[in-house]
């Protein structure tokens, strides 16, 4: 079942809460909430263990009894948190006298009224329950035992009897990887060699490693492939093994050996023979480790390939290779060939052209969703291949994918091989997949906003006390990635993941599993109807005018999420305002929303100030996305959100936050810019945990005694218009920060102060550039003190060989740019990173220094990005005090991009010249042959290589 657990995990937690809260509940009602607590969590286990099966392999009570429950558990939420709402609103001000004596005498009537209201409530919800539990009784819901059926053929199967002439681009990738696995001259290795193949599901991993071992096969005195698959038996896994070793082993299945047994004779075998062995569809470290012990090193060389779709399983078992996808090259090739055959053969040209040249642009936008993947290209054209050859019955099918409406065999067949890393993973992870189907096709999807979302609608709960929910949520997204099921978009300078995507092959499956379970309502303007009247989540893409008379026909009540997107966003990336339709014919109907959670408009144009004076109403909501709207003020009535937790102003015409604000006592995010200036009263907002991005200068200099109040804060980003020596004190008092960005603003370049400031243990990031100085590194910035620091982004006035020999010791550095003040102090030159400096490095950026920095062998091994800034002159000084120039690039193993600037003041042309030149060289003869670009700046003809 696609669609997990429903709400259930967050009922559990609020019925918990209304136990030990302050409600003040009658005995009776009490002991009803325990009761029901009990219940839900054991339907709730029943329910993981339904979701964990395909829908095909589940019986048609299982589904009817799942979904019944999923859906209680939503309305169950809604009654818990309209009662906590009410209890909430019933809370008197602070007044005084004969006027707080009544108000008082008048909230004590309400209160008694909303207790007796909720004692109902909650006595209705247990007989609903009991209801469940004796349908499920009554009709003998099996809770996932398998329905007899025929059984079903594994479509991965096929792959591996696939003609190697039948594929295209396998046989440069073949002839890579072999390279890689056995010496130059072709003659396996004298000693153990384990590839990994890694990449995304239908990438082609077990066609590779099959080609592989087809190939090189001969080259070894035994062989044998197997696949471990989700459930292995790691009997019958060992029993194959052996069977395919050795023909004194035809009759291994039928001997009664152990595990331990089988694996003594493996490794008895295999200690004097060169061996072959892949190992594919490996989803479980554990299971690898397993069969690794029977797998003895021999001298006389061996080499093991195995198979994965998980990078962390990839990086344990050794030495990832990870898949590429096709060139469009070969894309086009695979395509053409799959629709087409032998037509158009005649075709000598480098670029692959279609046969039909009416089919060519349909075709590039099928290739485009398609990203390199064979499977899909395969799938995409199965289906077109059905089709009479016109474009439009092409754009059809090329309109379906990603929408989860395409129903035929191969597509079904595409989404079940998908399904494999699906159903593998737990059901909180499924979840915060699922949610993947709110965002349209080819979206770069925010990973701070996405978690927020999550978070919002309760996806994240949290088991240990203490434990950060957005920490959690951002554990779920690297998972999600390290599963290959999203893509990593990296930033520009270092390889830090700020956004996302969902491969369009994924989205029409999740958004095929998500419209099964009635999880998200998509409307996109398609003639597509969704199947319930029930909506509990309303995803709005490209709409038209006629989008509200839609919305009306279906019961809005019980909406929880509405998120808006403007028509052609997935083809601009940055929208400021952007007229949509939908955020207009949305307003009727929006009075209509009883329990909504999660409202985001980015970017569609408010600036008429469509419905924002209906947000007071929206007692419920705990996520509002206003970015990007084109707004000029926020209502007053926006005090009256309770329970927002997530607000979200960028990019807007603001220039004040309403006072209200500050009665946000549940807000946990608060996203602005530098010009809106936040109400007195901030420190109320005890919760707080982010806060990004407040300016700080002489018109506010008091909010820094509030910000010190923030107790819980973990993100702060501020911008300083001046020095004020209460920021220390301010910084010292929050001891959860993980985050720190200060700079200055205002024209000013020269702020200091931050000596004396110390930095909490657990600070993962540190920003202090833009005109914010150390005078040197800070003492704290040490193993010992900050071991979980990971981001350095700092500015030296003077820094010393000493400094960088302790930055290379942090052991969880991943990310440092540092920039030192050259100009106005002499600095000692001639840096060297030693030998196991920087371990975890990814990316570097050296600025402000006069002599390049060198890299001694064994000096950070993992770094992929190099920024070095340095002078003509003080290259060449190092040059002749060593009899040349070398950087050591040749010791950076994993370098895959260069970028030196050089300040060529003081320098010739010919200097200029002949240290590109030096550059270049050291970048050609590197084995991973960076890119290199060089950006010079003082020399006449200024340009950029």
């Known amino acids: ?280 569809d490996i989803w479980d470290i554990s299971v690898w480790r397993m069969i690794k012990c029977a797998l003895p090193h021999s001298d006389a060389g061996y080499i093991i390939i195995t198979t994965t779709r998980n990078s962390d399983v990839a990086e344990k078992v050794g030495s990832p290779y990870n898949m590429k996808p096709l060139s469009q090259n070969n894309s086009r090739k695979l395509l053409y060939k799959r629709i087409f055959g032998n037509e158009g053969k005649d075709n000598n040209e480098d670029i692959e052209k279609c046969p039909d040249a009416e089919l060519t642009e349909v075709s590039e936008r099928i290739l485009k969703k398609c990203a390199g993947v064979p499977l899909a290209i395969i799938t995409m054209a199965s289906l077109l291949a059905c089709k009479p050859r016109n474009k439009m019955d092409w754009y059809e099918v090329c309109n379906c994918i990603g929408t989860g409406l395409e129903n035929s065999i191969d597509v079904e067949n595409m989404r079940k091989i998908l399904s494999f890393s699906y159903y593998n993973m737990p059901s909180h992870l499924r979840t915060c997949l699922l949610y993947f189907s709110v965002f349209p096709e080819d979206y770069k999807i925010e990973k701070h906003r996405l978690i927020w979302m999550w978070i919002a609608e309760g996806f994240i709960q949290c088991e240990k006390h203490g434990e950060s929910l957005f920490d959690l949520g951002e554990s779920y997204f690297n998972e999600l990635i390290s599963r290959s099921m999203i893509q990593p978009i990296h930033g520009y300078n270092n390889d830090t993941i700020y956004e996302c995507r969902v491969h369009d092959m994924v989205l029409d499956l999740i958004c095929s599993l998500s419209s099964e379970g009635n999880f998200v309502t998509i409307l996109n303007g398609t003639d597509h109807i969704p199947p319930s009247n029930t909506i509990r989540r309303l995803s709005l893409q490209n709409g038209k005018e006629h989008l509200s008379e839609t919305l009306e026909t279906k019961r809005l009540q019980q909406v929880r999420s509405v998120v808006v997107f403007p028509s052609g966003i997935s083809l601009m990336p940055v929208i400021r305002s952007f007229h949509f339709p939908s955020a207009i014919s949305l307003i009727p109907v929006f009075r209509s929303f009883q329990v909504l959670r999660v409202l985001d408009l980015q970017d569609c144009d408010l600036s008429q100030g469509y419905g924002l004076k209906y947000l007071g109403n929206q007692f419920h909501l705990r996520y509002l996305g206003l970015c990007g709207t084109s707004i000029a003020q926020l209502p007053e009535e926006i005090g009256s959100l309770q329970f927002l937790q997530i607000l979200d102003v960028r990019r807007n015409k603001l220039s004040c936050l309403p006072s209200t604000v500050v009665q946000l006592k549940h807000l946990m995010c608060l996203y602005t810019d530098l010009s809106i200036r936040v109400p007195n009263g901030i420190g109320s907002l005890t919760r707080l945990e982010e806060m990004s991005e407040l300016l700080i200068d002489d018109s506010n200099m008091d909010i820094l005694e509030e910000l010190g109040w923030l107790s819980e804060l973990r993100v702060l980003r501020i911008a300083l218009g001046g020095w004020n020596n209460n920021l220390v004190e301010c910084l010292g008092k929050l001891q959860k920060l993980r985050e720190l960005s200060v700079w200055a603003r205002g024209g000013q370049t020269n702020i200091g102060g931050l000596d004396a400031w110390v930095a909490p243990r657990h600070l993962f990031s540190l920003s202090t550039r833009w005109g914010c100085w150390f005078s040197t590194l800070p003492a704290w910035i040490n193993p010992s003190l900050v071991p979980d620091l990971s981001k350095i982004f700092i500015g030296i006035r003077v820094l010393q060989q000493a400094d960088l020999d302790i930055l290379g010791r942090l052991p969880a550095l991943c990310y440092l740019e540092m920039q030192v003040e050259h100009e106005d102090l002499g600095i000692p030159s001639g840096f060297l990173v030693g030998a196991d400096s920087f371990p975890c490095l990814l990316s570097c950026e050296f600025r402000g220094f006069v002599r390049p920095v060198l890299f001694q062998q064994g000096a950070m091994p993992r770094l992929r990005t190099l920024w070095s800034w340095f002078s003509v002159r003080g290259a060449r000084e190092i040059a002749n005090s060593y009899g040349g120039l070398d950087l050591g690039l040749m010791n950076l193993p994993s370098l895959q991009k260069v970028s030196v600037g050089l300040d060529c003041n003081g320098a010739n042309d010919e200097e200029v010249k002949e240290l590109r030149a030096v550059l270049s060289h050291g970048t050609k003869i590197h084995p991973n042959r960076p890119r290199l670009w060089i950006n010079r700046k003082a020399v006449k003809d200024t340009d950029n290589e």
């Open 1 to 280: 079942m696609a669609v997990v657990t429903g709400a259930l995990p967050s009922v559990l937690a609020k019925l918990g809460d209304l136990l030990i809260g302050e409600y003040k509940l009658q005995k009776g009602v009490k002991g009803e909430i325990i009761f029901l607590k009990a219940e839900l969590e054991s339907m709730k286990g029943a329910l993981e263990k339904l979701s964990s099966k395909p829908a095909d392999e589940l019986d048609i009570q299982d589904k009817i009894w799942a979904k019944d429950l999923r859906e209680l558990s939503y309305d169950i939420e809604d009654s818990i948190d309209t009662f906590m709402v009410r209890g909430k609103a019933s809370q008197s001000a602070k007044l005084h006298g004969i006027r707080k004596f009544i108000d008082r005498s008048v909230g004590l009537f309400r209160k008694a009224k909303i207790r007796h209201g909720i004692a109902t409530e909650i006595r209705d919800i247990k007989s609903r329950v009991v209801e469940v539990h004796e349908r499920r009784r009554r009709y003998d819901v099996s809770l996932g035992v398998d329905k007899p059926s025929t059984a079903a053929v594994d479509p991965r199967l096929f792959s591996q009897y696939t003609e190697i002439e039948e594929l295209v681009g396998i046989v440069e990738t073949r002839d890579e990887l072999i390279n890689i696995v056995m010496e130059e001259n072709e003659v396996p290795i004298q000693k153990g060699k384990i590839v990994t193949i890694v990449g995304f599901g239908g990438l082609g991993k077990t066609t590779l490693a099959h080609a592989v071992f087809d190939k090189i096969r001969p080259g070894f005195d035994c062989c044998a492939s197997v696949s471990v698959s989700q459930t292995p038996d790691l009997k019958k896994l060992l029993k194959g093994i052996l069977y395919q070793l050795d023909k004194k082993y035809e009759d291994i299945n039928e001997k009664p050996l152990d595990e331990g047994q089988l694996v003594n004779e493996l490794r008895k075998f295999l200690r004097r023979k060169r061996y072959f062995i892949v190992i594919d």
